[in-house]
């Protein structure tokens, strides 16, 4: 089986060479399909960047001594997030945050830290005195413990 330690150095040189990029993912099952997922930090990635990650994986590792499927892409926009850096990058996007007790809270994620994210959000809430119900903005602090997934929300406008 090929050596999740060996890829994983092969990719870190890579990243070594472009700071700009980050590792989301990387799994290889026990038929040696390597599964590997790389993301910009600021900007959409390119095929020919997962080329260029494929490549180095590819080119160091010797398929006369191990065969092995490789695969290198970036995160899809319908899966949750994985690392910290997807938070980052996501900054000023619209959210949903499903949390370990099945409340889901959907926003604009407005800060990251270490230890937790702020979305904030609107509800329509009835004012004492007022017919309509009025729209109220609100911020809520959610720390990464309590947080089960983060997935972006997607509209086309």
Known sequence: MVNKDTVLELINEKLEENPEFYLVDLKINNANKIYIE???KLNPISINDCIGFSRQVEHNLDREEED???EVTSPGLSQPFKVHYQYIKNLGK????????????????EEVT???????????????????KLKVQHEQKIQFEEIKETKIIVKFK
């Not at 230890?115 to 004492?128: A, H, L, R, Y």
């Open 38 to 40: 790389i993301d910009h």
């Open 114 to 132: 270490d230890e937790d994210i702020m979305v904030s959000f609107e509800t329509k809430e009835k004012i004492e005195g007022k017919k309509k």
């Open 68 to 70: 092995f499927e490789l």
């Open 94 to 109: 619209e959210v949903k945050v499903m949390l370990n007790s099945s409340k889901t809270v959907q926003g604009i994620l």
